[in-house]
């Protein structure tokens, strides 16, 4: 009896502990390390949803009693489970439970498939160092579009104060052309009435009041510079050589300001000018001649000179008002983007060529070379934490569906500058990655971090 006893002693503990052993199976199985506590053996399971309480030996029995599955973690019993894959070597992750024995191995280490035909093999250590050379070469992409983006912040630091002092320099240079401009809208203004008083005097056949006019007002014409060195002649010369010389210079001078404009000179202008006559009698009629020519002239001159300095007045202030609007824009923090400003990237895809020029536009261009806009600058639209992440470009072409194209860019890290891929996702909405080391992020990236449920 004492054989049999000890017998039935050592069968007992043998059973025990296989029921040990298939209770911890069934009671570990598809659960994450964090969510064991849980599940340790006890008279009773609580549903994590704390909805009901069941006896423990209901847990992974493969009847779901639980409503929200928690019940069989291991098992396929529940619509809602969800099996946990541990994964040992690569990352660890959830699978909905009715792919637990389904003859699939979706998990790595074919936690899954425990009790089904499937041969599954555990690929999780070639996976794990798949991806762990994948995250090195990221990281050192990372470390040196960090680098670069150092640089282009010092650049953009640079060329934002550069642009700065050229925006001073064009607003002195505006400041004098107006001070210019006011002089030489006076002048005009004093041309313009010299010439009506000749005309005036010519009209009424008053001819000898020509001369006088123009010897009143003389020292107005005295900024045309070469007519002081004919003043050297006249200390060898009696006046009205004097004064012919200085009619026929100005003149002449006049002539080739206003040869350089629209303005045709008639024929009796230049027999005028440079006609043959003799003997003082013809030489004083010659002075009043050009006279009465030299204030219409002068008014001519005039008003070349101040059409140039409108010109170039509003030149000046049309790249005024152009830098100001550039240094509007939203540079980033340390002015890391402004080097993209004037810039542009192409990509093609399929026979469609994408151009996308920062703070500017972005368009469309087919092989038979129709262009269509793909939308405008618009603003940053990336979240708060990053907003610099991405662009959106609004109001391009109408799209026959009706609205206004769009397109939204998201900038990612890289160590080069350029277009990486562009969708349309629906109709006349398009996306584009744009890789550029000044997106990159000074961010830890942790592995094997996963939330639970």
């Known amino acids: 009896c004492s054989f049999l006893s000890s017998e039935m002693r050592f069968h007992i503990i043998t059973a025990a502990f296989l029921w040990a052993a298939f209770v911890e199976s069934r009671k570990i199985r598809g659960i994450s390390s964090s969510y064991k506590r849980f599940y340790r053996e006890r008279k009773s399971f609580l549903c994590i949803d704390g909805s009901k309480i069941i006896p423990f030996e209901q847990v992974n029995d493969d009847y779901c009693d639980c409503a929200d599955g928690s019940d069989e973690p291991g098992t396929s019993a529940c619509p809602r489970g969800r099996f946990y894959c541990t994964n040992l070597g690569f990352r ?128 107005t014409f005295a900024h045309f510079a070469e007519l002081f060195q004919f003043t050297q002649l006249g200390r060898q010369a009696n006046k009205l050589t004097i004064l012919h010389l200085t009619h026929l210079k100005i003149a002449r001078l006049c002539l080739c300001a206003a040869s350089r404009s629209p303005l045709k000179i008639p024929p009796y202008i230049w027999r005028a000018l440079f006609g043959n006559t003799r003997g003082a009698q013809s030489q004083q009629r010659r002075i009043v001649n050009l006279s009465d020519l030299l204030f219409c002239l002068a008014a001519e001159w005039e008003a070349a000179d101040l059409k140039k300095v409108e010109e170039a007045y509003e030149t000046v202030n049309m790249e005024i008002s152009d830098l100001q609007k550039k240094l509007e824009i939203d540079y980033g923090t340390d002015w890391e983007y402004l080097f993209l400003n004037g810039q542009c990237y192409k990509l093609k895809v399929y026979e469609y060529m994408y151009t996308l020029c920062p703070f500017n536009t972005v368009s469309q261009k087919s092989t038979a070379g129709t262009e269509v806009s793909l939308g405008l600058w618009g603003m940053w639209a990336g979240p708060a934490k990053n907003r610099y992440s991405q662009m959106v470009y609004e109001n391009g072409e109408p799209c026959w569906q009706g609205g206004s194209r769009t397109t939204s860019v998201t900038l990612t890290c890289g160590t080069e500058t350029g277009l990486r891929s562009v969708k349309e996702p629906s109709k006349c909405q398009y996306i584009m990655d744009f890789e550029t080391p000044v997106a990159c992020q000074p961010v830890l990236k942790q592995r094997g971090v996963h939330s639970e449920l």
């Open 92 to 219: 660890p992750h959830y699978i909905p439970s009715s792919r637990v024995n389904d003859g699939i191995c979706d998990c790595c280490d074919a936690s899954d498939e425990y009790n089904s035909h499937a041969r599954c093999q555990n690929t999780c250590w070639n996976l794990g160092q798949k991806e762990r050379a994948y995250v090195e070469g990221q990281m050192k992409t990372l470390d040196e579009g960090l680098r670069l983006k150092q640089q282009l912040i010092e650049e953009g630091v640079l060329l934002w104060r550069e642009k700065q002092a050229q925006l001073r320099e064009l607003q002195r240079a505006a400041e004098d052309l107006q001070i210019k401009l006011e002089e030489h809208r006076k002048r005009k203004h004093e041309a313009d009435r010299l010439k009506e008083q000749t005309l005036k005097a010519l009209k009424a056949g008053d001819r000898g009041k020509a001369p006088s006019i123009f010897r009143t007002h003389f020292k």
